[in-house]
Each structure stands twice: as C-alpha cells, then as structure tokens.
C-alpha cells in the first residue's frame, strides 16, 4: 500500500515574529521561469508551479536540471538521468551567490525522479532558504555519485521575486499545526495497515457503503466478509484527523482513497489547509489491473 501525501517537502507554516508564511506561487513567465498549473489526480486540487532551468555551470551533464517551486509548498530538483543511475549516500551542497557551503538531507521521489532540496522539520532554516532564493542572484547546488564525482547546477535565480511570493497568514502556531499533520500521518498509516488486514481475511476491502467501521464491527452492508476475523484496527473508535474532522474513505472493493481535508476541511488549498491522503489496492485479490 502506498501512503501518499501531498508534499514531498514537509511544508509547514512557518513562524517569525508571529506570523505565519505561505507560498503563493505567481503566474509569472520571463527570465527563464516557466509557470505551469495542473490538477491532482487523486484530490482534485489546483498545483501552480514556477521552474527555472540550470544555467551553464561546473556540471550541466545530467539533463540541465530543473528547479521547481510548487504552491503546495514542494521545492526541489529534478535531476533527470543522474537520479536515476545513482544512489544518493553524500548529503547534497548548495549555496546562494559566494556565500557558505551549506549541506542537507537528500530524499528521492520515485514516481517523478525527483531530488528535493531540503529536507527537514527546522522551519526557521526552511524560511531562511526560500528567502534566499528571493534575495540572492545564484543558487548552486551540488551531488556526489557512489565514486566521488560531483555533478553541480547552477541556478539564475533573476526574476524569483515574481515567480513567487511569501503570503502572511494567521493561524495556529507552526508547533501546533506540525502536531496536527503529524497525527494524520501516522493515523492513516494504521489505517491502512488495519485495511490490509481486513483485506487478508476477506479478499476485498470494505466498499465506501460499509465504511470504515468493517475495521471494528462486521459489516451489515454486502455480503463479501463471510471470514470477517475482525476487530481489525486496535482502537474501540475510528479517529479523525489531526484537526478534528472524520475522514473520507471511498471503495468499490479493490481500490480505496482515505482522505483528510486539512485544517480547513475543505477541498484543495495549501500548507497545513492541503489535503492528506492514502490510497491503495488490493493485494491478494485477483483481477485488478496495475
């Protein structure tokens, strides 16, 4: 099962002197960055995107990278053939201008061949570099392969001003709505290990008429639980989501989409108002296609 979410930069509201940021990303097409908006797939939402290519630098072996800017808060690079030749066991390097080599955690994205940028729950050091990228006239960046060999890109970032903007907004602290979004992690991750399990015993998962209560009682809909083994899921309740709200859970059987609205309970948005979601299909069953 595949716990998808939508972030792959752990985006979070970010706080100083008291106030919260957001990115809104502008429709803005000159000085290299393109603008480009998409829909969703699975939660319908509205992703505006801002990419730049790397200028001529060091190493511009891999496919000119590209680097992204999302409106739900993803900023990473896709380094194209090298990611996909190469693990990545050395901290990746950046720096802005002739500034300080700063080092960071790399994580991949397999279904996109992505590297992020950075990586991290130190939200101050998060605000620190979008603000740079706005502020500074070149961002270097910097992977070594299995051998040593460094590929570097080097980024214009002229023009970043208007690519994107940084959005003041009120709300819970960034401690708070970090606990939040935590919580719903780790709930559908339960969730879906619960599912499997109901899965195992019955060949199909619960269909969206019997919700997700089949996890705790047999169900009183249908007729495919005839080995119904349950209680599936170690709480006496299903839980809601980091702020409150029950969960959407969808199903023919074969295939299930849970889902949290974030902290607005409402559909789309971005930061900590961005929708949650796992999906996933059977396993054991037969007959469902990839």
Same mark, same amino acid.
């Given at each position: 099962m595949k716990f998808s979410l939508i972030l792959a930069l752990i985006f979070l509201p970010i706080q100083i002197y008291g106030q919260i940021y957001t990115i809104q990303v502008n429709d803005y097409q000159s000085n290299g960055w393109e603008h480009v908006d998409r829909m969703d797939p699975f939660t319908d939402e509205k992703i505006s995107t801002v990419s730049k290519a790397a200028k001529d630098g060091p190493d511009t072996s891999v496919s000119r990278p590209v680097l992204f800017i999302r409106s739900n808060g993803d900023i990473y690079v896709d380094w194209k053939r090298f990611i996909s030749k190469n693990r990545f066991d050395q901290p990746l390097r950046y720096r802005f201008d002739k500034g300080e080599i700063?080092?960071?955690k790399v994580a991949t994205s397999t279904k996109a061949n992505l590297t992020f940028l950075v990586i991290g729950e130190n939200l101050k050091s998060y605000l620190s570099f979008i603000?740079? %990228?706005r502020?500074?006239?070149t961002l270097a960046v910097g992977i070594e392969d /299995?051998?040593?060999v460094e590929y570097v890109a080097v980024f214009d970032l002229t023009g970043s001003s208007k690519a994107f903007s940084l %959005?003041?907004?009120?709300?819970?602290?960034?401690e708070v709505q970090?606990? /939040?979004?935590?919580?719903?992690?780790?709930q559908l991750r339960d969730l879906e290990t619960a599912l499997s399990l109901y899965e195992a015993h019955n060949s199909r998962f619960p269909t969206t008429e019997q919700t997700l209560s089949a996890l705790l009682q047999r169900p009183i809909v249908g007729s495919d639980f005839e080995n119904w083994k349950g209680p599936y899921f170690r709480s006496q309740q299903i839980p809601v989501d980091g702020w409150g709200n029950p969960y959407n859970y969808t199903s023919d059987g074969t295939r299930y989409v849970i889902l949290s609205l974030g902290a607005d309970g409402k559909s789309g948005g971005v930061g900590v108002n961005a929708d949650v979601s796992a999906i996933g299909k059977l396993y054991w069953g037969k007959n469902v296609d990839n």
């Open positions: 700063e080092n960071t603000k740079q %990228i502020d500074s006239m /299995s051998e040593g %959005i003041e907004e009120e709300g819970e602290s960034p970090f606990e /939040s979004i935590q919580i719903t992690k780790t």
